[in-house]
């Protein structure tokens, strides 16, 4: 299964989630921590990552006569390199955007089961804004974005931190005018 298909999946999405910034966790971890997902799935998505090589054993011990693994993210493989995502049909992108909203929707309803309605007004933003860019501006505010997620991406779990998922979208809903224009061609008015 290639990385495409393998990250293209809501649980798997999750797992890679829950594995990240260095933690080493056993399946019955990421149940507890998805408990909208059958222990069955979570088994068996953990075991497909494992096989494509984005999850690692870090460690086996006998519980109750059953061998339990504790799983490491292996992070150069849980991704999309730009390679691949330039290949993808637009199928495969309207299929991994799917995957990712709907790994949101999950992630975002075990949250509020666990009782935080309260504190969402301190912790939690899903406002939209639609924005007037040129192509340089753009390319500015991606950067700036990147950096700013990219130094804090290496931040480890400690007790004063907590994990957020961050999900930054864009595309674009309209072709600039002059661009539009130029495709119309010339004399052609709207």
């Given at each position: 299964?290639?990385?495409?298909?393998?990250?293209?999946?809501?649980?798997?999405?999750?797992?890679?989630?829950?594995?990240?910034?260095?933690?080493?966790?056993?399946?019955?971890?990421?149940?507890?921590?998805?408990?909208?997902?059958?222990?069955?799935?979570?088994?068996?998505?953990?075991?497909?990552?494992?096989?494509?090589?984005?999850?690692?054993?870090?460690g086996e011990q006998r519980v109750r006569g059953a061998v339990e693994r504790t799983y490491?993210?292996?992070?150069?493989?849980?991704?999309?390199?730009?390679?691949?995502?330039?290949?993808?049909?637009?199928?495969?992108?309207?299929?991994?955007?799917?995957?990712?909203?709907?790994?949101?929707?999950?992630?975002?309803?075990?949250?509020?089961?666990?009782?935080?309605?309260?504190?969402?007004?301190?912790?939690?933003?899903?406002?939209?804004?639609?924005?007037?860019?040129?192509?340089?501006?753009?390319?500015?505010?991606?950067?700036?974005?990147?950096?700013?997620?990219?130094?804090?991406?290496?931040?480890?779990?400690?007790?004063?931190?907590?994990?957020?998922?961050?999900?930054?979208?864009?595309?674009?809903?309209?072709?600039?005018?002059?661009?539009?224009?130029?495709?119309?061609?010339?004399?052609?008015?709207?």
């Open positions: 299964m290639d990385t495409l298909e393998l990250l293209a999946h809501p649980v798997r999405l999750r797992v890679v989630h829950a594995m990240s910034g260095g933690r080493t966790l056993t399946t019955s971890q990421l149940c507890a921590r998805m408990p909208d997902i059958s222990k069955a799935t979570v088994y068996r998505q953990v075991g497909l990552l494992a096989e494509g090589g984005v999850l690692e054993i870090d490491r993210l292996r992070g150069e493989l849980a991704l999309i390199d730009a390679e691949t995502a330039a290949s993808a049909s637009l199928e495969d992108h309207r299929r991994v955007f799917a995957t990712a909203m709907a790994t949101l929707i999950a992630e975002f309803n075990v949250f509020l089961d666990r009782g935080h309605g309260g504190s969402i007004a301190e912790s939690v933003g899903y406002r939209q804004h639609a924005l007037w860019l040129s192509r340089e501006e753009l390319a500015d505010m991606i950067s700036e974005l990147r950096g700013t997620i990219v130094a804090r991406m290496a931040n480890e779990p400690t007790p004063e931190r907590a994990q957020y998922l961050l999900s930054p979208i864009l595309f674009p809903l309209e072709e600039p005018a002059a661009q539009a224009r130029a495709e119309r061609g010339p004399g052609v008015t709207p």
